[in-house]
């Protein structure tokens, strides 16, 4: 087990000036303050506020159909940081960070993937996204091991954060709806009903995976490494090689398990694209870390929780947003989930 570590916190003026005024305020101001655009990326500040209004505007309906907040995936760790065990000298090679490490991942990804895609699953669409991003990742480490400061601890991470992915599966697979925040149980909810074309279903893998695991793993792991150094550059670091691998896998979605999915051209009932959810992307990575920062910053128990609960609500609202917006439109879903499937079963 790590010792606590010193948090080195990033932040702009605002955010410093509001953890001044209290934790309170704090968070009533995250709740109303810019957040990733759900519009094309040409046009996505433009649409900013409309999409928060709708998001928050849907939240309280929502709350009675699912309860993120008494659903979590971890809470009983929130007042325990930096425990995820990250040793570097472990003979363990994700417990350590090592090269094997990420083969091991992928390797899980790979044959997970595959089974979805055989049956052309709607959540083969963001699994197979994911596995193409891990294997970026490990390329990038590979050939340049100076875009990273510490790449024994992103794969460790990388480890930790496809492990949250693989149990919220399994748990939901299993019918075990109890241990599932909210956003994923939109995701793989959608993804059960076949009511999603691959982009919404993307989406709504990236919302829930980015929105609502990623600020309480980045929390638990520590912001900052044993010098007191934060590890911000690395989670940028990670954005940087995003894009060269995110559109060839979306279009290699495209091309094996749904031909609606593409990076300019927006399904015809919205305005969304491949373009716009890279976009969203890269700023709820960036959302992540300033809650996990929100998380480290708590000065006690029951503000860390309602820091906590606040993350989770607004990834489930968001979640919420996304399936209205997405959906195949009612009169036309029996027909495109037809379309999609033979063009899967045909193609993949």
């Keep these: 087990m790590r010792p606590s570590l010193p948090i080195q916190r990033l932040t702009c003026p605002d955010a410093r000036r509001e953890r001044a005024r209290g934790p309170a305020l704090a968070r009533a101001r995250r709740a109303t303050r810019p957040v990733p655009s759900l519009r094309a990326a040409s046009r996505w500040l433009v649409?900013?506020?409309?999409?928060?209004?709708?998001?928050?505007?849907?939240?309280?309906?929502?709350?009675?159909?699912?309860?993120?907040?008494?659903?979590?995936?971890?809470?009983?760790?929130?007042?325990?940081?930096?425990?995820?065990?990250?040793?570097?000298?472990?003979?363990?090679?994700?417990?350590?960070?090592?090269?094997?490490?990420?083969?091991?991942?992928?390797?899980?990804?790979?044959?997970?993937?595959?089974?979805?895609i055989a049956t052309c699953a709607h959540d083969a669409t963001f699994s197979l996204m994911y596995?193409?991003?891990?294997?970026?990742?490990?390329?990038?480490?590979?050939?340049?091991?100076?875009?990273?400061?510490?790449?024994?601890?992103?794969?460790?991470?990388?480890?930790?954060f496809a492990q949250m992915y693989w149990r919220a599966h399994d748990l939901w697979a299993s019918g075990q709806?109890?241990?599932?925040?909210?956003?994923?149980?939109?995701?793989?909810?959608?993804?059960?009903?076949?009511?999603?074309?691959?982009?919404?279903?993307?989406y709504l893998g990236a919302n829930a995976h980015i929105l609502a695991d990623l600020p309480v793993l980045l929390y638990q792991l520590g912001l900052a490494d044993e010098n007191g150094d934060s590890r911000k550059p690395d989670h940028d670091a990670v954005n940087r090689g995003l894009r060269d691998t995110f559109e060839p896998a979306l279009a290699e979605v495209a091309r094996r398990l749904d031909p609606t999915v593409s990076m300019g051209d927006p399904l015809p009932w919205?305005?969304?694209?491949?373009?716009?959810?890279?976009?969203?992307?890269?700023?709820?990575?960036?959302?992540?870390?300033?809650?996990?920062?929100?998380?480290?910053a708590a000065p006690d128990?029951?503000?860390?929780?309602?820091?906590?609960?606040?993350?989770?609500?607004?990834?489930?609202?968001?979640?919420?947003?996304?399936?209205?917006?997405l959906?195949?439109?009612?009169?036309?879903?029996?027909?495109?989930?037809a379309q999609r499937a033979a063009y899967c079963f045909a193609n993949h």
Aim: hydrophobic share 40%.
């Design 270 to 296: 919205t305005t969304l694209d491949g373009d716009a959810l890279f976009t969203a992307g890269n700023s709820w990575r960036e959302q992540a870390w300033r809650e996990a920062e929100d998380l480290a």
């Design 47 to 116: 649409g900013l506020a409309a999409t928060v209004a709708l998001a928050f505007a849907s939240a309280s309906a929502h709350a009675e159909l699912i309860d993120p907040t008494s659903t979590s995936l971890l809470p009983a760790l929130l007042d325990s940081p930096n425990l995820t065990g990250f040793d570097p000298s472990s003979p363990d090679a994700c417990t350590a960070g090592k090269p094997q490490c990420l083969d091991q991942v992928i390797r899980g990804m790979t044959k997970r993937t595959d089974q979805l």
């Design 301 to 325: 128990a029951a503000t860390r929780q309602a820091a906590f609960e606040s993350i989770e609500n607004y990834a489930t609202a968001q979640a919420v947003e996304l399936r209205a917006t």
């Design 327 to 337: 959906a195949y439109p009612p009169l036309l879903a029996p027909s495109l989930r």
């Design 177 to 202: 709806r109890s241990g599932l925040p909210g956003a994923w149980l939109v995701a793989l909810d959608a993804a059960g009903d076949r009511s999603m074309p691959a982009l919404g279903d993307m």
């Design 131 to 160: 596995l193409r991003v891990t294997e970026s990742l490990r390329e990038h480490i590979a050939t340049d091991p100076m875009v990273f400061e510490h790449p024994d601890f992103i794969r460790h991470q990388d480890h930790l």
